[in-house]
């Protein structure tokens, strides 16, 4: 795993809201590549 997957991990965890451009944000990503880490993460 790597770490922008550990990192949304901890904070999904935090219970914060957040949205999945909020997070392609962040991580400097797209949506999409956001989308296949949920997707990688709720497997």
Do not use: P
């Amino acid at each position: 795993m790597n770490e922008r997957r550990l990192t949304m991990m901890r904070i999904i965890d935090s219970r914060k809201k957040f949205t999945a451009r909020e997070l392609a944000e962040r991580f400097n990503v797209s949506v999409w590549t956001i989308q296949r880490d949920l997707y990688y993460l709720q497997q």
